[in-house]
């Protein structure tokens, strides 16, 4: 897996290559990711429903529902 770094809706989403692994870091802070050993698709365990081919997509679609849960959160108070 290579080092790659994008904005995605303001927020920071980074994957550090390391030599048999990688970090994502999203705004500077780690998230705990996985790999489905069957099709070997990405994942993150606070957000293992929406699995994807890309780490990085996955790492967008997280940044996407944390905003629509603060959304909602907000609208509620």
Do not use: C, T
């Not at 429903?49 to 790492?59: G, K, M, Q, T």
């Amino acid at each position: 897996m290579k080092s790659k770094k994008v904005e995605h809706n303001g927020h920071k989403i980074e994957v550090a290559a390391r030599a048999h692994d990688a970090d994502l870091l999203i705004d500077g802070e780690p998230v705990r990711w996985g790999q489905f050993s069957g099709d070997g698709q990405f994942f993150l365990y606070r957000y293992a429903y929406d699995p994807d081919d890309s780490l990085i997509e996955v790492a967008r679609r997280y940044v996407e529902y944390r905003e629509r849960v603060e959304q909602h959160r907000a609208a509620e108070e």
